[in-house]
Structures are given as C-alpha cells and as structure tokens.
C-alpha cells in the first residue's frame, strides 16, 4: 500500500512505495522509457487521489455521524418538552370547553404547521447539493494543470 503525503510546492499527493523502481534496460531518456514513467506516474496519482478521496469521506462521515446522533438525541429529548407543552395548553383550553375539543383544536393546529414544514423542507432537500470532496477536487484540478504546464514544455 502506498503511504499519501502532500507535496510542499504543488499541493499534489505523493506517494512513495517502498521499493526501487523497476528497470527495464531501455536508455534513461528514451521514448519507450519516458511513456513507462509517465503511464506509471498515472497510475500511482489516481489510486493516491482515491486513497485522498476515501480518507477524506470517511472523515466528513465520522463527523456526520456523531453530528447525526447529537440531534437524534436533542430531537428526541425537544419532542419530550413539545409534548408537556401541548398537554399544559389543552389542559388550559379545557377549562373553556370540552377537553375533547380542546385536544381537538390542538391536533389540527399542529398539523397544519407539519404539512406546511414538510413542504418547505422537501423543497430545501431537492435542492440540496451532493457532498463533494473539495480538497480532493483541488488537488486533481491543480494536478491536471501541472500535467498541462510541463505537456507544453
């Protein structure tokens, strides 16, 4: 497995494998030779920037889980303080009528503000953008940009 590291003057990932590099007994300047390199460089720059990709996901998902479990447990514990509310409130309401009624009146109160909070929402998720590894989109931009610079050279 290669070990990923930053390089300090391009920003792209390096990998460093190991082992020595294998020969294959052509001259060190020949076009054979160059095309073997640059086709291995390739190589080892897309598996470096998808190892950079998963590591980067598997980070971002760490910290949306914890995150997600936070609010789970604050829903869960707000939904628990809702609910003494909306008892006070048709006790209160009781005291002026039925407590049939009262209940009554509150249920449909609280549905309407759950359809018009689940329209609103709806319309916030289809709009949502997929998450995106951005450090990881950078580094392959400013690779394809040194492969550009040095392809003109």
Do not use: C, N
């Not at 909306?86 to 009262?102: K, R």
């Amino acid at each position: 497995m290669t070990d990923v590291t930053r390089s300090a003057s391009t920003g792209g990932p390096q990998a460093s494998t190991g082992g020595p590099q294998a020969s294959t007994g052509e001259p060190p300047g020949s076009t054979g030779e160059l095309v073997r390199q640059a086709a291995e460089q390739i190589s080892r720059l897309v598996r470096d920037e998808l190892a950079l990709t998963r590591a980067e996901m598997t980070e971002k998902g760490k910290k949306a889980g914890v995150g997600a479990g936070m609010l789970g447990g604050g829903g869960l514990v707000a939904l628990y303080a809702v609910a003494a509310l909306l008892t006070a409130v048709v006790l209160g309401l009781a005291e002026a009528m039925p407590a049939w009624l009262a209940a009554l009146i509150v249920a449909v109160l609280l549905s309407a503000v759950a359809g018009v909070l689940a329209m609103f929402g709806r319309k916030e998720v289809t709009q949502a953008v997929p998450p995106v590894p951005q450090e990881t989109v950078h580094s392959v931009k400013a690779d394809i940009d040194e492969v550009m610079e040095r392809a003109k050279r």
